[in-house]
């Protein structure tokens, strides 16, 4: 790296463009919908510190016949992207793979080299960034290290090993392995970006760690909510996975045994419990049933709620390893927040949320209903706290830059 040049960085991992993205979850179970997100709120940090960016992808799907596609081609990401960024195309390529159970990391590693390595020699990178724990990428990065010289970081979102639902019980040993393999690879890295501090010295003791709980992307956000109208139904919104695992079914509960009429859950996302909180939605109609809402249109829905509530479990290695990026997105908004008390979360954000008393039902629901018996002035102060915390933590031009110096520190 020059002295004073700033870095030349490629972004490895699942960064497509919002054409590809939205055929990928007309036909995907999981909903990446974040992974896709923070890809794009890394990217807007890099360009922020001015950073010379490029990507090498593939789209976030799961394997056959989860996701029913069987071969994905290489190929550029300019034209894919020159929506994305308002005609400022990215410059990056496709890696090809066969999306089958173990052959796709085979040939994800064998495709990422063919096409990866000379991309990162004629883009002249200095570093690698590794988005996630996908143990193809993350020796793929070893590799570069190796053959090319370019500094290697891992950014570290999730832990690795996470069990699907339904999984067959080989997969999840296999799963097991590759917990082993990522451990193996980060030894060999030079450093790691990571949303928890847990994450980065459970799988990447030893390396130097940079803390970084998310990035706000520099899209446009929509205005501050306005104050409900007298007489309107008191909404509470949830988005994201519907699944036990991020706590919807504790939400619903609160909310059904709450005595008051006038309140109403809405519940924007796709999961396992979808058929669960259909019967719910049937059963009482201050819940409606669920609905998937693109994207673009979320935030325009969450913010004309009343409150926004993250129901995770406090306890596991969820709640140790990751930061829920949605609360994030509802911060964003300026809609009062509510959450559960997870250890992830940073002492600094305690002004701009409600923090459920525990992580029950009977938890949530008396958080809730705390904020119902806030004035509006006061419930909007805590709104717009939030997003002000928000914006001052998370905001792509300090993010960039503090990604911009940990990149020049590892080069000292």
């Not at 409900?228 to 059904?256: C, H, M, N, Q, W």
């Amino acid at each position: 790296m020059t002295p004073g040049a700033p870095p030349a960085v490629t972004l490895l991992g699942f960064t497509v463009g919002d054409a590809m993205m939205r055929e990928v979850l007309r036909r995907e179970p999981a909903m990446p919908v974040q992974t896709h997100a923070f890809a794009w709120a890394v990217l807007d940090a890099l360009r922020a510190a001015e950073c010379r960016t490029t990507v090498l992808s593939v789209p976030p799907v799961s394997t056959y016949p989860r996701y029913p596609q069987l071969l994905f081609r290489g190929g550029t990401l300019a034209e894919d992207t020159a929506e994305d960024t308002a005609g400022d195309t990215v410059d990056g390529a496709l890696i090809p793979f066969v999306n089958l159970p173990l052959v796709r990391h085979a040939t994800r590693f064998v495709g990422g080299c063919l096409t990866g390595l000379p991309a990162l020699r004629r883009w002249r990178s200095t570093v690698l960034l590794v988005h996630g724990v996908h143990s193809p990428f993350l020796w793929l990065g070893v590799l570069a290290r190796a053959v090319t010289g370019t500094r290697v970081v891992a950014v570290l979102t999730d832990a690795p090993g996470v069990r699907l639902p339904g999984e067959h019980r080989v997969l999840t040993a296999l799963r097991r392995l590759d917990v082993a393999v990522v451990r193996a690879a980060l030894r060999r890295y030079d450093g790691v970006v990571s949303v928890t501090e847990d994450l980065a010295r459970d799988f990447a003791p030893g390396r130097r760690s940079l803390l970084m709980e998310g990035i706000l992307s520099r899209r446009p956000e929509p205005p501050a909510p306005a104050a409900g109208k007298p007489g309107a139904t008191f909404d509470i919104a949830y988005a994201g996975g519907l699944s036990r695992d991020y706590g919807v079914d504790r939400l619903v509960e609160a909310v059904r045994g709450m005595p008051d009429p006038g309140v109403r859950l809405l519940l924007f996302g796709r999961g396992p419990l979808d058929p669960w909180l259909r019967r719910q939605a049937a059963a009482d109609p201050r819940i409606a049933a669920p609905e998937f809402v693109p994207r673009e249109s979320l935030a325009e829905r969450l913010r004309t709620a009343r409150v926004l509530v993250n129901p995770r479990p406090a306890g596991g290695d969820l709640a140790r390893y990751g930061f829920p990026s949605k609360l994030l997105e509802y911060l964003a908004t300026g809609v009062p927040v509510v959450t559960t008390a997870l250890p992830c979360i940073p002492e600094a954000y305690r002004a701009g949320m409600i923090f459920a008393e525990t992580d029950t039902a009977a938890g949530l629901a008396g958080a809730i209903a705390r904020v119902r018996a806030l004035p509006a002035a006061d419930a909007a102060a805590i709104g717009a706290k939030g997003r002000e915390l928000l914006h001052d933590r998370c905001g792509p031009a300090r993010q960039g830059q503090r990604l911009r110096r940990f990149f020049e520190e590892l080069g000292r």
